[in-house]
């Protein structure tokens, strides 16, 4: 392979990853023309369009999905090869993208960033939006350097470290007509219950746990944010339950009583998880390392006020 040819790959390869030519650009340490007439050659040498515009955004052809398919892994596992020569916090200027939902976000982004920037001065963080299936996804198209949160499935070209178990709290406020006695299931379940949904689908983990059981609660009100949570329980009769860690914030423990539900909910387990590829990455190793110990740390906080 001609060097030309290897250096648009790599020029390839940072459009294919984020998706954007100023992204790339900003990636590589390239000007946006630079970037351009890198496409330019693209386009001449490998006699196709490889990226059309779409509104706004640019969009890859038949051609360049495919030989991403092809290329994607390789140059992965080149670029760990050159970062395996040494990888230098205080030094570097990577930028790494990470996979969090927003309760983590709450909980580990400000005591993780803070560390970084403590550590690694010119490193960047990107946070990415979490759901279980988009992922694995992300992981496997490049699109993010690691995940932290619950997964639907253990796919084989992904690696994982388990964190904890997410136990569940039930919440409400102070004076609700429930608090302050032993919640039973028909107390439970002729509550107005408020869940925390991503996607507004009012069925959770306490919905499987209730099935088992041939119950149904009625869910009033979904949310998209954990943050929402404790007000709109002070200032109504809603109920929730939420995962001990959350329960454990001060929002939570100052201005809402904390009980146990009055069912089994099978716990959530949170990982951290990445792609094989990036196995020998220095840089991520120290990423992930880093974020295991805050995410430790922070959790061991939360878990010991939500049990007090």
């Not at 630079?34 to 693209?42: L, P």
């Not at 993208?97 to 010119?122: G, K």
């Not at 454990?248 to 094989?276: A, K, M, N, R």
């Not at 120290?286 to 295991?292: G, H, M, P």
Request: net charge neutral; hydrophobic share 45%; aromatic share 8%.
């Amino acid at each position: 392979m001609k060097s030309q040819e290897l250096t648009l790959l790599q020029v390839f390869d940072a459009i294919m990853t984020e998706g954007s030519v100023t992204r790339a650009g900003q990636r590589l340490a390239m000007s946006q023309p630079a970037v351009s007439n890198a496409i330019a050659r693209m386009r001449d040498i490998w006699k196709d369009p490889v990226f059309v515009k779409k509104g706004r955004q640019i969009e890859p052809t038949a051609f360049a999905q495919s030989l991403w398919a092809q290329v994607r892994d390789p140059m992965q596992q080149l670029s760990s090869a050159l970062e395996s020569r040494g990888f230098d916090p205080a030094q570097s200027h990577r930028q790494f993208r990470i996979a969090i939902a927003d309760l983590s976000v709450d909980l580990y982004w400000l005591p993780f960033s803070c560390q970084v920037a403590a550590l690694a001065p010119d490193v960047d963080l990107y946070a990415v939006p979490y759901t279980r299936m988009g992922v694995i996804e992300q992981l496997r198209e490049a699109r993010i350097d690691i995940g932290l949160g619950p997964l639907s499935q253990h796919d084989r070209s992904l690696r994982s470290i388990p964190l904890y178990q997410n136990t569940y709290k039930l919440v409400m406020r102070k004076d609700h007509p429930l608090a302050g006695k032993a919640i039973t299931m028909d107390d439970f379940l002729a509550a107005k219950h408020l869940l925390v949904s991503q996607s507004g689908d009012p069925r959770g983990n306490v919905d499987q746990a209730l099935q088992r059981l041939e119950k149904r609660r009625r869910v009033a009100m979904t949310v998209n944010h954990f943050s929402a949570v404790p007000k709109l329980l002070s200032n109504s009769d809603l109920i929730a339950v939420v995962p001990q860690m959350v329960a454990g914030g001060p929002q939570f423990s100052s201005d809402l009583w904390i009980t146990d539900p009055p069912l089994d909910i099978e716990p959530s387990p949170v990982y951290l998880v990445w792609h094989t590829r990036l196995d020998r990455d220095l840089g991520l190793i120290w990423l992930r390392n880093l974020l295991e110990k805050v995410v430790q740390e922070e959790w061991a906080k939360c878990s010991h006020c939500a049990a007090e």
